[in-house]
């Protein structure tokens, strides 16, 4: 149930700040570490470097944060209602899984106003699967009414690494959550800051000209030379770093090496996006960002965050 | 007797694994208990998104003791066969045993092991952790800190066991934590509830009334029955879908049948594509008008909840979820079109059709040429059949067919006829996939047949190229349906193609493609090699006489040698399929081999034709008679033969014809021969089986009245030599040593 004690503009079913607020303020109530956007181009909160990595080795964790992803191919030049090249995902990850996180995940519905006697959620089969991560794991995409609203995934491997303890990772995509809360049909249509009038900012007025001129970057413009080159510098560096952090037993450049592995996924999404990349050339692109990533997972099981003595 | 009660309670369970979870639990439980001596009455399993669940009834309430005699040694053994014995009945001494005589051995140990039998409860708390922690999920998972798989997180375990009426005990076992009890849930929503539960009924009836359908039929019927009640109260018919219906049976433990609209304007899409799209997405069921037959802009959603508004709230959210996927999938019929399919060819260059066969431009190049050369055989116009090759899979690059690639061929059909291709191009878009398996419909249209043919050919030669056929349950390009395909567009189509020469033909070009050597040399003069040129030797002199000229000779040494032997293997693929094919046709498949084995055997119909003559000639008197005659005389050939260790091979010597009835027989197999000769030339095959029959009373005359083992080797060997004459007059028709039976 919604707060009746909020201000309209705070309420999750008016703004689009407020859902997001609403989340962080529930997970932090669940005893997460609420913490900020990664600061890197990513194509997922999962890369976020709290939930791949710390998705690793033994240790506790409990975190929420919202995280920008960029799906360079999902640019519709703003002519789509739910897909954007840009979006918001939410991305909460526990771990060890706790056995109530579906019944958790549901009251955090309900805190941002889905009345579970009216609408229909359902769990439906989706296995996830992150090539570029050497990331699975088995969950669902739920539903609500028909519509995909977040991603729930229980994670198996990631990095080419067992996951044990295995994190509940849940990613909630925000805009098409908001949409259904707010009851409109495009994206572009959502109030964003829950104000009326002169004062109401919509999602349009923040990111439509930012869809239109990404679109055309991604499609279009983007400096393929560059890319290519980038590409070659990211993975190098990353094998670089890797080195110069390796001392036997411990590694102290795990995180900066993976930054890298980032740099290269993201890269290659563009690249990709472009459409210079031909199908076989594709799997050895993902097979050399996974090969970063499984390297940077190793190298973090060696660091005293990954779990080592 | 009691009766069990298991339910593994759980999160959400993938739909397509549920069923084959139900059998997989009754199954591993029932064998378990027959095993154990637990012989039961009935068992029946139940399944629901989070519950697997299974009742076994009638089962006694303890194992039977069981009473074992064990012999031991004889009174007075030696030390160690007595220790021996000891040990191995469990006894510490032999005061434990008895001493029993017999007549015969004098008095010998025995002991008797007594094996109590144990309280069902007590096995079935054996059986039922280790069954849960081996359970055959396709795909199963890891949670929290434990180290228990199952499909996903398992989360409590109801185990009762008790007689009709009485209070049953709960089965005390534990797995992972997770402690068996009578303890079960209701529905996740709308009686969430923790709820005690007896027995079978017990259970059924309170998760009913905790709005629980659990039996997966049960749940479909009701789908079904309100879907299609809803859709007559609305004068709509249901368009049913017994895969969806399996589906979304999985997806809900309380089914509420709901109806949901989309904008009329939706229906210019092709009804084919909005099914899609509401199925693939949605799992939406979709309506048809039963006046016009089209789709209806109205779909029924199956809700798993009792919605406190009657589900207004329910069906305006799939709605607006329906109208996006259906604008996207309007976007992409539109710009489909506007695009044309022409626009879309050149995109095949830079597409891999496997890595070692080339692009798909390659193959569609391949295609092409091949329906061309098979279009006349066909009945097909060359020029059309080059068209609809060049367009058939120019759909596969069209946006609606990447959103649903099970609408490829279909798509073709429509992009074609909207830009006006000839209709006989059109249809082979779609029809040039078929048939897709054993009951599926074959093209009858000429052009159709030709792409088909043309496109199935090409993909066995190219993987037979690469080596990579099919073995054993492996068969991951499909290889034998397309072999399969193949036969019947030929069969039921009565076509007459000679398919080894077109084999070579195809693999020299798929060759090339692999070897990448130039190619249009030699390609363009491929078809003007003779069909039966098997050899090097025959193509150097088609080559000389034709001013045929591969590349180089190296290309001509391995390419024409490879492609000589990918024929041949092929061929004898496409044999084994239609052995396989005939077999499931109640046809003999021996006669098959029997006619294969002869030279130059690849036009299928004539082959098949030329079968069912034999096989009604051989169910006759003189086609059996005649069977026995030369299977008699092939007997008395091998036994001599390998006495003198040579062949005896025709023709024989008239003069040393001395008998009347080998003279004869000399003369029937000669009229015969020629006889068959001339019909199998006019495929006559009935006309050659009545002149075979006519050696029939020559041959069995011929064994009353002459021995073949004459003193004087002369006329043995020219004997001999006669019955070799009798092989060769059947050979005509088929090769009568592979004849079973
Ligand atoms: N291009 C997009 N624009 C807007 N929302 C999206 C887009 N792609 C996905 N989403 C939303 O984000 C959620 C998570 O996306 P998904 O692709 O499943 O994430 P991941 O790649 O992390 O598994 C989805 O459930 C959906 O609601
Ligand atoms: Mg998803």
């Known amino acids: 149930m919604i707060d009746p004690a909020l201000p309209a503009h705070m309420r999750p079913d008016r703004s689009f700040q407020a859902l997001l607020l609403t989340l962080q303020r529930f997970w932090a109530d669940q005893g997460c570490v609420v913490l900020q956007p990664y600061d890197m181009e990513v194509g997922a909160g999962t890369f976020h470097p709290a939930t791949t990595l710390r998705a690793l080795g033994p240790k506790p964790w409990k975190a929420a944060y919202v995280q920008p992803s960029r799906r360079p191919k999902d640019g519709r030049y703003g002519e789509n209602p739910n897909r954007l090249q840009h979006y918001y995902q939410f991305q909460v990850i526990l771990k060890p899984s706790p056995d109530n996180l579906q019944e958790l995940y549901l009251k955090s519905l309900q805190a941002i106003g889905v009345d579970l006697g009216l609408h229909d959620v359902r769990f439906v089969e989706d296995d996830w699967e992150s090539p570029t991560l050497g990331a699975w794991g088995l969950g669902w995409e739920c539903w609500c009414d028909g519509m995909e609203v977040s991603q729930f995934t229980y994670f198996q491997q990631v990095a080419g690494i067992e996951c044990a303890p295995v994190s509940g990772e849940l990613t909630y995509g925000l805009e098409r959550l908001a949409m259904y809360v707010q009851g409109v049909e495009n994206v572009y249509d959502l109030n964003f800051n829950g104000r009326e009038g002169a004062e109401k900012i919509s999602y349009g007025d923040v990111f439509l000209q930012a869809e239109q001129e990404y679109s055309r970057h991604n499609f279009e413009a983007a400096d393929t030379e560059m890319l290519l080159e980038q590409f070659r510098m990211a993975e190098k560096a990353c094998h670089k770093y890797l080195a110069f952090g390796d001392k036997g037993e411990r590694h102290e450049m795990a995180l900066p090496a993976y930054d890298q592995c980032i740099k290269a996924s993201h890269v290659f999404n563009l690249l990709d996006a472009r459409g210079v990349i ?30 080592a003595a | 007797m009691p009766d069990l009660l298991i339910e593994l309670f759980s999160e959400e369970i993938p739909a397509r694994m549920q069923a084959q979870a139900a059998d997989g639990l009754k199954k591993l439980v029932t064998d378990a208990l027959v095993e154990r001596g637990l012989l039961y009455e009935g068992a029946k399993a139940f399944v629901t998104p989070r519950r697997l669940a299974l009742a076994v009834h009638g089962l006694p309430g303890r194992q039977a003791d069981q009473r074992e005699e064990k012999k031991g040694p004889r009174v007075g053994a030696p030390e160690g066969a007595i220790a021996g014995f000891l040990k191995s009945a469990g006894l510490a001494s032999l005061d434990q045993a008895s001493v029993q005589s017999d007549p015969k051995k004098g008095d010998f140990y025995v002991a008797v092991v007594e094996k109590p039998g144990r309280p069902t409860p007590e096995v ?11 359970f055959p999920w396709p795909k199963s998972m890891r949670w929290g800190s434990g180290s228990l798989r199952w499909v996903r997180p398992l989360h409590s375990i109801v185990a009762t066991f008790g007689a009709e009426g009485d209070e049953p005990e709960v089965v005390r076992f534990e797995v992972d934590g997770i402690v068996s009890s009578n303890v079960t849930y209701g529905h996740r ?3 969430p509830a923790p709820i005690t539960v007896k027995r079978l009924d017990d259970w059924m009836a309170k998760l009913e009334a905790a709005k629980v359908v659990v039996d997966r039929d049960r749940r479909k019927d009701i789908i079904l029955n309100d879907a299609k009640d809803l859709a007559l109260a609305n004068g709509l018919e249901l368009v049913e879908d017994e895969g969806l219906l399996d589906e979304v049976a999985g997806l809900v433990e309380w089914p509420v049948v709901l109806m949901g609209a989309f904008e009329e304007r939706f229906l210019d899409i092709p009804d084919e594509v909005i099914r899609a799209t509401i199925r693939a997405n949605q799992k939406c069921f979709v309506l048809k008008n039963p006046a016009t037959g089209r789709l209806a802009n109205r779909f029924l959603l199956i809700s798993n909840l009792v919605a406190s508004d009657g589900g207004a709230a329910i069906v305006a959210g799939n709605e607006r979820v329906i109208r996006a996927r259906l604008s996207d999938a309007k976007f992409f019929w539109d710009t489909d079109r506007v695009n044309g399919l022409e626009s879309r060819m050149p995109r095949f260059q830079s597409i891999t059709f496997h890595e070692k066969l080339g692009s798909q431009a390659e193959r569609i ?9 098979i279009a006349p055989k066909v009945g097909a116009q060359p020029a059309l059949a080059e068209e609809a090759a060049l367009y058939a899979k120019a759909d596969l690059l069209t946006e609606v067919v990447g959103e649903f690639p099970e609408l490829q061929g279909l798509m073709g059909r429509y992009y074609a006829q909207d830009e006006n291709l000839p209709p006989e191009v059109a249809a082979a878009c779609e029809e040039h996939y078929k048939p897709q398996g054993p009951g599926d419909r074959v ?11 043309a496109d199935k050919i090409d993909t066995l030669v190219g993987f037979w190229a690469i080596d990579e056929k099919p073995t054993g349950s492996k068969d991951p390009y499909a290889l034998r349906r397309a072999a399969l395909g193949v036969i019947r567009i030929v069969l039921e189509n009565g076509l007459r193609i000679r398919l080894w020469s077109i084999l070579r033909n195809r693999a020299i070009e798929v060759l090339q493609t692999i070897k990448q050597l130039p190619f249009e040399e030699a390609i363009d003069s491929i078809s003007a090699l003779p069909p039966d040129i098997r050899t090097l030797k025959g193509v150097q002199a088609a080559e000389d006489e034709l001013l045929f000229k591969f590349a180089s000779s190296g290309l001509r040494l391995t390419v024409f040698g490879e492609a000589v032997k990918i024929a041949d293997d092929l061929l004898s693929f496409f044999a084994d399929r239609l052995k396989v094919h005939l077999r499931e046709h109640g046809a003999r498949h021996d006669l098959v081999d029997a006619v294969f084995a002869l030279e130059g055997q690849d036009d299928l119909f004539l082959l098949v ?3 069912t003559a034999l096989a009604r000639f051989l169910e006759t008197e003189d086609g059996k008679t005649l069977l026995a005659g030369y299977r008699r005389a092939v007997n008395i050939l091998r036994i001599e033969e390998k006495k003198d260790g040579r062949a005896f091979t025709g023709p024989t010597n008239a003069a040393l014809l001395k008998e009347p009835a080998e003279e004869r027989l000399a003369d029937a197999i000669e009229q015969v021969k020629r006889r068959v000769a001339t019909a199998v030339a006019a495929e006559d095959f009935e006309t050659a089986m009545t002149a075979l029959a006519d050696l029939r009373a020559p ?4 064994f009353d009245a002459v021995t073949v083992n004459d003193p004087d080797p002369a006329l043995r060997e020219n004997r001999l030599k006669l019955l070799d004459e009798i092989r060769a007059a059947t050979r005509g028709i088929a090769d009568f040593d592979r004849i079973g039976g």
């Open chain 1, 278 to 307: 031909s199908v076989t050339e594709r799997q050895s692109y993902i097979l050399r960002v996974r090969e970063l990533a499984k390297a940077c997972g190793a190298a973090w099981l060696k660091t005293a965050a990954g779990g």
């Open chain 2, 124 to 134: 079935i708390a054996d059986i039922i952790p280790a069954i849960i922690r081996g």
């Open chain 2, 189 to 191: 929503f709308l009686a």
């Open chain 2, 365 to 373: 190049e391949r295609i092409r040429r091949l329906a061309v050369e």
């Open chain 2, 443 to 453: 093209p009858t249209a000429p052009v159709s047949i030709a792409v088909a043919l």
């Open chain 2, 609 to 611: 034709e030329r079968m």
């Open chain 2, 699 to 702: 041959v069995d005359a011929f």
